[in-house]
């Protein structure tokens, strides 16, 4: 079954530093990776997807995200925070069967608190 | 107006009681799910439906019934709530057959339990 890592529970950044989420998943297959974004209060909104091409994936607000399969890592970054930028980030593995698309499996999410 | 909309987006009850979360999207996708939001522990899958004739069972269906009533309508049931039942519960569609899977997420259904 796949499953989703997100090492890191809570993180602090000053605001306009730089930011790296942390996200490794298991998967048995080419996998179809996400990333989203909860604010407070706020359903899920996707910031970026990987299935295929090029590595490095842009996505809204800024973000990037480097799909690396030897190391089975999808890292989410953004060269400079906003104080906007605090929420709840989940990394998400696509799951597949016959029928396709089961659904995505969510790390536990990393709480993003950003520093005046 | 939402894509997704759920319905209560707040919820009370006491334990013992039957609760009915309601979902329904207008962005036309075939692919249903309900997933429940506990802190720290991410979004876990509770059922998903592929069409009105198709059910799935997701990871922690224990406690919990689905309905697929058309194409945009999916519930989630609750025969007899119990406190740790108590989350937030997300509604979500997908696309294609052979899509990525990417999803679409309602606002959320803040179900409390006592």
């Known amino acids: 079954a796949q499953s989703v890592t997100q090492p890191d529970i809570h993180i602090t950044v000053s605001e306009g530093a730089s930011l790296e989420l942390r996200c490794n998943y298991s998967?048995?297959?080419?996998?179809?990776l996400f990333w989203y974004v909860q604010s407070p209060g706020q359903g899920l909104q996707l910031l970026l997807k990987?299935?295929?091409?090029?590595?490095l994936v842009q996505g809204i607000k800024g973000f990037e995200a480097e799909f690396k399969r030897s190391q089975s890592s999808f890292n989410l970054r953004k060269p400079s925070v906003h104080w906007s930028d605090a929420a709840e980030y989940f990394c998400?593995?696509?799951?597949?069967?016959?029928?396709?698309?089961?659904?995505?499996?969510f790390g536990k999410g990393t709480h993003l608190i950003i520093q005046p | 107006d939402a894509d997704v909309t759920q319905t209560p987006r707040n919820r009370i009850t006491k334990t013992g009681k039957r609760i009915m979360l309601e979902c329904s999207q207008t962005?036309?996708?075939?692919?249903m799910y309900w997933y429940r939001q506990d802190p720290g522990l991410g979004l876990r899958l509770i059922y998903y439906?592929?069409?009105?004739?198709?059910?799935n069972k997701g990871e922690i269906s224990d406690g919990y019934s689905v309905s697929r009533q058309a194409q945009a309508k999916f519930s989630l049931s609750l025969e007899s709530a119990i406190p740790n039942q108590t989350a937030l519960y997300f509604c979500?569609?997908?696309?294609?057959?052979?899509?990525?899977?990417?999803?679409?997420f309602g606002e959320g259904s803040r179900l409390t339990v006592l």
């Open positions: 979500a569609t997908s696309g294609a057959l052979y899509g990525t899977g990417e999803l679409f």
């Open positions: 998967y048995g297959a080419t996998p179809y």
């Open positions: 990987y299935f295929s091409g090029d590595t």
């Open positions: 998400a593995v696509g799951a597949y069967s016959g029928g396709g698309a089961d659904g995505l499996t």
């Open positions: 962005k036309g996708h075939d692919r």
């Open positions: 439906s592929f069409d009105v004739k198709d059910i």
